[in-house]
């Protein structure tokens, strides 16, 4: 069981470049999102997904898009890559319960990405 | 939006010592969450804790949801408890996680 898989680990962009951040999960899990973490922050939310088809925008979502076609898949695109988009960014997958309380939150291990 | 603040920010003990730290958050929320983030920047859910208290072995958590705070106890502290611990507040309106700035925690041997 691999859980959530991030590729790649690490990426060097020239400005305005673009690029795919790749995210898979194998939990069956309906909500999917995207964060990037700076440096001395907490994580920020990009986008999120409730399930296959459906994607919204969170805190920061300026200069990247995604989509959802399966429930397994949640790629980040870099449209036009800037320097301010150096971060660490992170997928992470969960389910739904109850009254609507996200569980089971699952990282995976992260992408580094600088922009030069 | 709502605000979440952590502190202290920093936080350097040695190995056997026990630690608190605190979360407040400005608003309510439908959940909160406690995260660990090891040295290595794997994110792992430690605890989900809307109210009350809940306890894993040496880490215990209570959230006083009507005072908008909660507190992570970690006793006997060992050195793989290093890290950053996260607060993350879940918005009532649509399951985003709203994340603190976080606790450096070094425990030394």
């Known amino acids: 069981n691999a859980g959530v898989t991030q590729t790649p680990k690490f990426q060097v ?17 309906e909500y999917m999102s995207w964060y990037r973490q700076d ?18 925008q969170g805190e920061v979502p300026n200069g990247y898009n995604v989509s959802r076609s399966t429930t397994e898949d949640f790629p980040l695109r870099l449209l036009s890559a800037a320097p301010s988009q150096t971060s660490v960014y ?21 992408t580094r990405l600088t922009v030069v | ?18 630690s608190t730290l605190r979360c407040n958050f400005s608003d309510s929320v439908n959940n909160l969450q406690w995260f660990h983030q090891n040295p290595w ?8 804790i809307p109210s009350g208290t809940k306890q894993n072995g040496r880490l215990s958590a209570t959230t006083v949801a009507t005072e908008r705070y909660s507190l992570l106890y970690i006793s006997s502290s060992q050195t793989t408890d290093s890290g950053v611990y996260f ?11 709203i994340w603190g700035a976080g606790t450096k925690l070094i425990i030394k041997p």
């Open chain 2, 1 to 18: 939006g709502i605000q979440v603040e952590q502190s202290p920010p920093d936080l350097i003990l040695q190995e056997g010592a026990n």
């Open chain 2, 41 to 48: 920047g794997q994110l792992i859910n430690l605890f989900y």
């Open chain 1, 39 to 56: 440096p001395g922050m907490g994580l920020r939310l990009i986008h999120y997904s409730v399930g296959a088809g459906i994607t919204d």
């Open chain 1, 90 to 110: 992170f997928c992470a997958s969960s389910y739904v319960e109850g009254r609507g309380t996200n569980y089971g939150y699952t990282f995976g291990s992260g």
């Open chain 2, 87 to 97: 607060c993350a507040v879940e918005r009532v309106s649509n399951y985003q996680l």
């Open chain 1, 13 to 29: 962009l020239k400005t305005g470049q673009s690029m795919t951040l790749q995210c898979a999960q194998d939990m069956n899990h």
